[in-house]
């Protein structure tokens, strides 16, 4: 369905579509090329790229303000993320955004509180590739309203940077290029038949049984795209060359899958409690989730070798969140699982908390035991603990990501922090003869 909107308050239910002239491809990863510059044209919002998400976009011609919801569909996740274009804006005048949390709900559950889809800065883009923070946002009632003064016809607004399976991709194809230590793959194909990418990372001779294993995965709901940037943090530094990271190579065998959900993350869904449940609550006997089986399968080889060493599932936790990690009750585990992962814990706090500009992060996690959620043994990192080796360490990072610092340099930061705290645990173990 096309629509074009020039008209002031006209209201956009579904994706929404400028024409643009034929040389212009409207795929969401480089801005419109319809207005020249200082051009002021009708300001126009295309959704019809990859991971966008708006509903009942309103624009106000006069005031150049748009007004407008996250999309998605509820029975896909939470209808949290939001992410479009703005065409048609005359370079250096000031564009509102008013924005308000999801009506849309699954049967009769009220609608998502609207904190989940609000962060206090918006984020922004000119190109599609470096993304900014917004100054903070203003309430007023039901909205949320950000002012921007973009020095350029078309920018990119989202709830945080964009990390879509096509980011990911690219970002594996050129580090598959550049690093003789890396090879990018493929996990699995999704129910929807999309490529989930999966980097595979050792150095040198040392065999399989050699090595230590280490499983990193992010997205498994859609909206967390910061957990992405943190897995591609942690990819960057494990090729950089830090001799840290090339023990880590030389002495592990390193997965990492940047996006899990790859559908509701192409899709602009959400993800988290997506029916029949979401990948963080299908880690059972019989996953519904291509990626969960996929993931599991290699997991499962891993655990069979005696070789599980680090599993660990990225995420971004609620609104007013600092950065923590989340464990299983400890009466549930045995030694030296929980010496193990307490000291993991320490090691990751000290790294991350020493980034500057900070991140903030808690050093006391939070449990997920059956008190949490009533699936609670399909968490991800809850079935690798409980189904892992004694030595195993499995553990979900939750990153915060309503903060000033929660941008893309401050998400790899993290990730980068995190694999040298894998490094520093490993470096503890006894070496695999
Ligand atoms: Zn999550």
């Not at 923070?133 to 964009?162: C, K, Q």
Request: with cysteine; hydrophobic share 40%.
């Amino acid at each position: 369905m096309k629509l074009l909107l020039t008209l002031s308050s006209m209201v956009v239910t579904t994706a929404a579509f400028a024409v643009n002239g034929a040389a212009c491809v409207a795929d969401g990863t480089r801005p419109n090329c319809r207005n020249e510059p200082g051009s002021a044209g009708p300001l126009t919002v295309v959704s019809d790229f990859e991971g966008a998400s708006v509903t009942d976009a309103v624009i106000d011609q006069n005031l150049r303000s748009i007004s407008f919801m996250p999309g998605g569909n509820p029975e896909r996740g939470w209808p949290c993320w939001w992410y479009f274009r703005i065409d048609g804006i005359s370079p250096g005048e000031q564009i509102t955004l008013k924005l308000k949390g999801a009506t849309a709900s699954v049967g009769n559950q009220k609608p998502l509180a609207a904190s989940w889809a609000t962060p206090k800065q918006a984020t922004w883009s000119a190109n599609g590739h470096t993304w900014l923070h917004t100054d903070d946002g203003n309430r007023h009632d039901e909205w949320m309203v950000y002012v921007l003064r973009p020095d350029t016809t078309s920018i990119f607004v989202a709830w945080g940077p964009p990390y879509t399976p096509r980011t990911a991709t690219m970002f594996m194809k050129a580090i598959g290029a550049t690093s003789p230590h890396a090879e990018a793959g493929e996990l699995c194909r999704s129910r929807e038949g999309r490529s989930v990418p999966l980097l595979h990372v050792r150095e040198g001779q040392r065999s399989a049984k050699q090595r230590f294993g280490v499983w990193v995965q992010a997205r498994q709901h859609a909206w967390e795209c910061g957990s992405s940037w943190v897995a591609q943090g942690f990819a960057e530094w494990l090729v950089s060359e830090d001799p840290d990271a090339a023990w880590l190579r030389q002495h592990a065998d390193i997965f990492v899958v940047p996006v899990m959900d790859v559908d509701n993350a192409a899709t602009g869904n959400g993800g988290k409690n997506a029916l029949p449940h979401d990948h963080n609550r299908d880690w059972s006997a019989n996953p519904h989730w291509n990626e969960v089986q996929a993931a599991q399968r290699v997991v499962s080889e891993l655990i069979e070798a005696g070789r599980m060493d680090v599993f660990l599932d990225l995420h971004n936790p609620a609104p007013g969140d600092s950065s923590f990690f989340y464990v299983l009750p400890q009466e549930l585990l045995q030694e030296p699982m929980v010496r193990l992962r307490n000291r993991f814990i320490d090691l990751t706090y000290n790294r991350i908390s020493r980034i500057k500009p900070l991140i903030p992060m808690s050093n006391k996690p939070k449990i997920t035991g059956a008190g949490y959620h009533p699936l609670w043994r399909q968490i991800s990192s809850n079935w690798v603990a409980m189904n892992g080796n004694p030595h195993t360490v499995s553990l979900c990072l939750e990153t915060i990501w309503n903060y000033t610092n929660s941008t893309t340099d401050g998400y790899r930061a993290v990730g980068a922090s995190l694999a040298a705290a894998v490094r520093d645990h490993l470096g503890e173990q006894t070496a695999r003869e």
